[in-house]
């Protein structure tokens, strides 16, 4: 199996550099080579891993993820863009939270288990986008009044100021949500566009070996 490229590093407008420097996008092009629709039930050694980092958060890590220097960091970022963390649940504490109500980390297909895999490996979140729905690379940018999530017909319309990732030509994800519906993979996406999100605390190795978790599971044959 070859190694995935090391990820690139996504644009960011001016207005965040300003505000928010520590803010980053990490992004990694990956060729899937699995053989399996990406929203179809995952191959046994994905749902072995995703057994396995079941057992990891059980009692009292689960209960006390939110102190975990990587988890804490972004309790930190949702505080100081306004989100209130308690509501508003990190990604970490979001899927951690789901394993403690259901006894396990739940399937939700290929895609969805390597991402969660990385997140519970890491604690950094990761997404993917299809790439042949891009219109250049994956940057950071804040919202336009009015302007429309994704390239769909019946997407929402945002406020303006939002912080969302988006390319040369329309915003893809509000930051920290799911990609707009015409932007995810679909079962036979064969080329995808993974991002990390890194923000003050989480060392850059966290975010990269997010990435590389991911684009790793999806490239093996």
Avoid at 51 to 65: H, K, L, P, T
Avoid at 137 to 165: C, W
Wanted: net charge negative; aromatic share 4%.
């Amino acid at each position: 199996m070859s190694t995935p490229a090391a990820p690139s590093v996504g644009w960011r407008a001016p207005e965040v550099v300003e505000e928010l420097p520590s803010l980053r996008l990490l992004v990694a092009e990956v060729e899937v080579g699995r053989t399996s629709s990406l929203t179809g039930v995952s191959p046994p050694d994905i749902q072995e891993r995703l057994r396995e980092r079941s057992s990891r958060f059980r009692g009292a890590r689960a209960v006390s993820i939110r102190l975990e220097p990587v988890p804490a960091a972004y309790r930190g970022f949702f505080r100081h863009i306004g989100l209130d963390p308690d509501v508003v649940r990190t990604p970490i504490e979001r899927a951690v939270l789901e394993r403690m109500i259901r006894g396990g980390f739940p399937t939700g297909g290929l895609l969805a288990d390597v991402l969660l895999i990385a997140l519970a490996d890491t604690g950094v979140p990761v997404w993917a986008l299809a790439s042949d729905t891009l219109e250049g690379s994956p940057g950071i940018r804040e919202t336009v009044e009015g302007e429309q999530l994704g390239a769909g017909r019946h997407e929402r319309l945002l406020p303006a100021g939002r912080l969302v990732v988006a390319d040369s030509r329309q915003a893809l994800a509000v930051l920290f949500d799911e990609p707009a519906r015409a932007h995810a993979p679909r079962g036979d996406t064969r080329a995808v566009t993974l991002f990390a999100v890194q923000v003050a605390g989480v060392p850059t190795l966290f975010a990269e070996e997010a990435l590389w978790s991911a684009a790793s599971a999806l490239e093996a044959p």
